[in-house]
C-alpha cells in the first residue's frame, strides 16, 4: 500500500544552485548540508541556522588521494564520530575508470576533510563498482554503510548493501549484506542512494529509482525488522514521492532530525522545466518534514 502525500508540501528548494545528492548534518543549533562536485569543487558544503537560508562555506575536501581521480566526486556525507567528524564519499578510481567509496577525516564539520588511504573504502570491481554511502546509527549506538553497487555499468540489475562500522568509522565490523535489489518496472533501470530510518517500531529503507537525468525519478521505500536484515518493498505499484509542479525527478534522498527532534528529508530536484544539463538544468536543495501514520510515512508538514 502506498502511503498518501501530504498537501502541504515546500512551494520552492531552499538553495538553488546545482547541490545534487545532499546529506544535511546537524552540529547543536546549526546545519551543514553536502553535496556532490560542482564548479570545480570536489565537496560542496553550506551551512544555516534555519533550513531556510544557506551560506556556501567553500570545498569540504580540497585534495583528493592520489589513487583517485578528479571530476567524478559524488554524493558525499559526514558521520558525527566522538571528537571528530568522517566524510564518506564516491571518487573515480582512477586506475579502473570506475566508482568507488572512499573515507576522511576532520575536525570541524565544514573541513577541511583529508584523506589518506592508499586504496578505497568500498570497491565492487567485479559489480561495476560502488557509490552513494549513507550512514545509520541506530538506537543502541552502532553505526553502519550503506551504499548501492554500481552494477548499471556493466549492464548489470543493481543492488543495495550494507555492513557494520568499527568505533572508529574507517572501518567495518560486520558481514556485507545485500538490502534490496532492483525488481519494480517503476524502478528500470536502476536503484541507488539508499537511506535508513527507524521509526515506527521499525527500519525504513528509503531508495532512488529510475534514470536520474529524467523527471521519472523518483523516491521508494521498503521496511525490515533489522539494519541488516531482509527488507520489504511498500512502493511496488509506484514510488512514495515522484515529481510535482517545480519539482522534477526527486532522488538523492538523506534524513535528519532538527533542534526540535522533528524529522526532516533533504533531496535535490530539477526545474519541472529544465530536466538535465543538457537543458540547463540544476538538481537544486529541497527539505520537507517527515511524518509517519500508521506506519507509513508522509512528506509534509
Known sequence: MLAPMAAQLSSAPVYSGDFADPFVLRVDDRYYAYATNAG?????????????????????????????????????????????????????????????ISVATGDRPEGPFNDVSRAPLIFQQERGGSIDPSPFVDVDGRAYLLWKSDDNAIGRRTSLWICRLDGDGLSFAGKVVCLLRKSQQWEEPLIEAPSMVRAAGGYY????????????????YGTGRRPAGRFNKMTSAGPWVSSRDGAAGPGGQEFFT???????????????????????????LWVDRVEFVDGHPRLGA
Open 40 to 100: 570545480g569543487i570536489n565537496v560542496q558544503v553550506v551551512t544555516s541556522s534555519n533550513l531556510a537560508s544557506w551560506e556556501r562555506l567553500g570545498d569540504a575536501l580540497p585534495s583528493l588521494p592520489s589513487w583517485a581521480g578528479l571530476g567524478f566526486t559524488w554524493a558525499p556525507v559526514v558521520l558525527s564520530q566522538r571528537d571528530r567528524y568522517v566524510l564518506y564519499y564516491t571518487v573515480r578510481h582512477a586506475a579502473s575508470g570506475r566508482q568507488a
Open 258 to 284: 532538527d533542534t526540535r527532534g522533528a524529522l526532516w528529508m533533504a533531496y535535490h530536484a530539477w526545474q519541472s522545466d529544465k530536466v538535465g544539463y543538457a537543458a540547463g538544468g540544476a538538481r537544486a
Open 205 to 220: 529503507l528509503f531508495y532512488s529509482a529510475n534514470w536520474w537525468e529524467s523527471s521519472s525519478y523518483a523516491v521508494g
